[in-house]
C-alpha cells in the first residue's frame, strides 16, 4: 500500500510541476511590456485576477468531482462489477492540457495553441493621434507634419490590429505564433510631389499573405511577413521582418528599440522605383528610363518611448530611421529628387479601452 502511495504522491508532484512550468512561462510570453496598447501594471493586475479566479474555479470543481465519486461509492456499489470500477479509482482527466487556444488564460501555450478564438473573453482596444514628421512619399527629400491617426487592438492573443494591417494567430506552438495576414496599403499619387510627375498614381493595394511572430528571453520580440498585393495598386510581394529589444523598463517610463529590414519582388519594384519610356516622355524627359529589380529594399531602425499617464493613458514618442539599398537608390525618383535616408519622427496619444470579463 505504501508503494502505491508513494508512486500517486510523485504522480501527483510531476502533474503539478507540468502544469506550474507553463504558467509561469505564460507571464513571460504575455507580458504587454513591448506592447504600446497594453500599459504594464494595470494589465499584470488584470491577469493575476483571471489566473487566481481561474485556481479558485478548478479546485472548486476538483472538491466536487470528489464528493461526487465519494458518493457514488457509498450509495451505488453494486455498478461496479457491471460498469467497471468507480470514477475515484481512474486517473483523473487533464482538463488544462486539453485546452486548445492562446489566451492570456490558457497554462497550456508552452505546448501547444490553436484556433485561439474559441476563448475571446478580452479585448483591448487603444485609440490616439499625434503630429509626425515624414517624407512626403517613401524615397523623397522633401518632409512634411501630419496628423497620424492610430488604432490598435489586441483580441485575445488570436487579432492583433496596428498600422502594419491585421494578423490573425490562428494556430501556435510554445511562444509562437502564427497565421495570415492582411493589409491595406495606401496610394501615392502623382501629385503628392513634382519628383512623381508623370508616373501617374499607384492605388490603394489590398495585401495578402501570413506571419510568424515569437517572443523570448522576457525582453525580444521578433516578427517575419510575407504578403502578396491583389488588384489594383502594386500586384506585387512584400517580405518583411522586424526585431524589437526592451531597453529597459522604469516604474511607468519604457523604451524599446526595433530593427528591420524589407524585401520586395519585381512587380512591387515596377510599381514605386521603376520608370517605364511612356512615363519618362510623361514627365518632359526629366526622369530617365529605369528598370528596377527585386530585392532588398531598405533596412532601419527605430526607437520607441511609452511613458504611462495614470492608468489608461500614454504618451509615445518615436523616431525611425531607413536606409534605402544601391538597387532601389539608384532609380532617379530617389538619385535625382530624393533621398536614400529616410527619417520619420513623432509622438502619440493613446487611450485604452478594455472589454471582456474583466474590464
Known amino acids: ?45 488584470r491577469r493575476d485576477k483571471i489566473r487566481q479566479r481561474e ?28 460498469f467497471g470500477p468507480p470514477a475515484a479509482d481512474i486517473e483523473e482527466e487533464d482538463l488544462i492540457g486539453g485546452r486548445i487556444s492562446l ?41 512634411e507634419f501630419d496628423a497620424d491617426p492610430q488604432v490598435y487592438v489586441k483580441f485575445r492573443n488570436f487579432v492583433f490590429l496596428d498600422d502594419d494591417g491585421a494578423d490573425f494567430a490562428l494556430f501556435g506552438f510554445s511562444n509562437v505564433r502564427f497565421g495570415p495576414s492582411v493589409r ?27 506571419f510568424v511572430a515569437t517572443t523570448f528571453l522576457d525582453r525580444f520580440s521578433f516578427k517575419a511577413k510575407a504578403r502578396h498585393g491583389l488588384k489594383t495598386g502594386h500586384r506585387g ?47 518632359g524627359g526629366v526622369l530617365s528610363v529605369y528598370d528596377a529589380d527585386p530585392g532588398i529594399l531598405n533596412v532601419g531602425a527605430s526607437v520607441n518611448g511609452y511613458i ?18 544601391d538597387d532601389f537608390a539608384a532609380t532617379p525618383i530617389i538619385e535625382q529628387f530624393g533621398s536614400r535616408r529616410q527619417f520619420r519622427v513623432g509622438f502619440h496619444l493613446m487611450r485604452e479601452f478594455t472589454f471582456g470579463k474583466d474590464d
Not at 510631389?193 to 495585401?207: C, H, I, K
Open 55 to 82: 485556481a479558485e474555479q478548478e479546485e472548486a470543481q476538483r472538491i466536487s468531482q470528489e464528493q461526487e465519486y465519494d458518493g457514488q461509492d457509498l450509495d451505488d456499489p453494486k455498478l461496479q462489477p457491471i
Open 308 to 325: 504611462n499617464i495614470r492608468d489608461r493613458w500614454s504618451l509615445n514618442p518615436y523616431a525611425s530611421y531607413d536606409y534605402v539599398f
Open 184 to 210: 491595406i496599403k495606401g496610394r501615392r499619387k502623382e501629385s503628392d510631389n513634382p519628383a512623381l510627375m508623370g508616373l501617374g498614381d499607384v492605388g490603394e493595394t489590398f495585401e495578402f499573405g501570413g
Open 237 to 283: 510581394t512584400i517580405v518583411d521582418g522586424n526585431l524589437t529589444a526592451l531597453l529597459f523598463k522604469a516604474g511607468p517610463i519604457s523604451l524599446s528599440t526595433s530593427a528591420q529590414a524589407s524585401w520586395v519582388g519585381d512587380k512591387y519594384a515596377d510599381a514605386y522605383f521603376s520608370v517605364t519610356p511612356a512615363q519618362a516622355a510623361a514627365s
Open 1 to 45: 500500500m505504501w508503494g502505491r502511495l508513494t508512486i500517486c504522491l510523485g504522480l501527483a508532484g510531476a502533474m503539478l510541476l507540468a502544469v506550474a512550468a507553463p504558467a509561469a512561462a505564460q507571464g513571460e510570453i504575455d507580458d504587454p511590456k513591448l506592447s504600446p496598447m497594453l500599459f504594464g501594471p494595470t494589465q499584470k493586475e
Open 103 to 143: 489566451g492570456e488564460s490558457d497554462n497550456n501555450r508552452r505546448f501547444f495553441g490553436a484556433l485561439t478564438f474559441l476563448v475571446p473573453e478580452t479585448t483591448n482596444l487603444s485609440l490616439g493621434v499625434g503630429p509626425q514628421y515624414r517624407p512626403d512619399y517613401f524615397g523623397s527629400d522633401d518632409y
